[in-house]
């Protein structure tokens, strides 16, 4: 049973269209908890606020609070609410459990921030960077989690954990940044396994990249 939660005890800090943001989103509304959204103003500098510093002094989103603690970095918040709140919804059942998924939060802080969600930044906020090799590192990776989700339901095997959540958004709004996933057949079946769970919430789509 969940725990009893005040209206909008938990609060997090966001940017309504950064990944990073909405898989924290997502796991808290599959685990169906009251939770207050505070948009920060990333294109006014509302990051760099003495305020926000004080809440996480790298000025990222997301930060998620829970009374006093404040919590930065959407795979550490993912481990946090889960833990505290999931009521052994996502506990792991060995050790190479927790190992493999550590090893897909650092995929999805590595090749997969560097790879999909860098492509989507270069077209949605024309940040610079050379797009032809960050697109060729997307679908690398694409490659390979195609290649491992074949025969698999979910990252971990049969049920969903933190690695799908941590790894699902960049890859889903991946086209965004001009990487196509029609040639990724087991990916795009593991994402449709995704959106079709109970209580799923999407991030917003994003305008389109320019062709």
Known sequence: MLPDLPRHSLRLHRFALSGHCHR???????????????????????????????????????????????????????????RRYG?????????????????????????????????????????????????????????????WLAGRDFLLGASLSLADIACYTYTAHAPEGGVQLDEYPALRAWLARIEALPRFVPMPASPRPEA
């Open 24 to 82: 924290v989103e997502l796991l808290l509304s599959l685990l169906d908890l009251p939770w207050q959204a505070l948009d920060v103003d990333l294109a006014g500098g509302q990051q760099r606020s003495p305020d926000f510093l004080a809440l996480n002094p790298l000025g990222q989103v997301p930060v998620l609070e829970d009374g006093p603690l404040a919590l930065a970095d959407s795979n550490a918040i993912l481990v946090y609410l889960a």
């Open 87 to 147: 009521g052994g919804r996502f506990q792991l059942e060995s050790p190479a459990l927790e190992a493999e998924q550590q090893r897909w939060f650092s995929i999805a802080a590595g090749p997969l921030a560097s790879g999909p969600a860098a492509a989507r930044v270069f077209h949605l906020f024309g940040r610079p960077l050379d797009i032809h090799a960050v697109r060729r590192s997307a679908h690398g990776l694409f490659r390979m989690m195609d290649g």
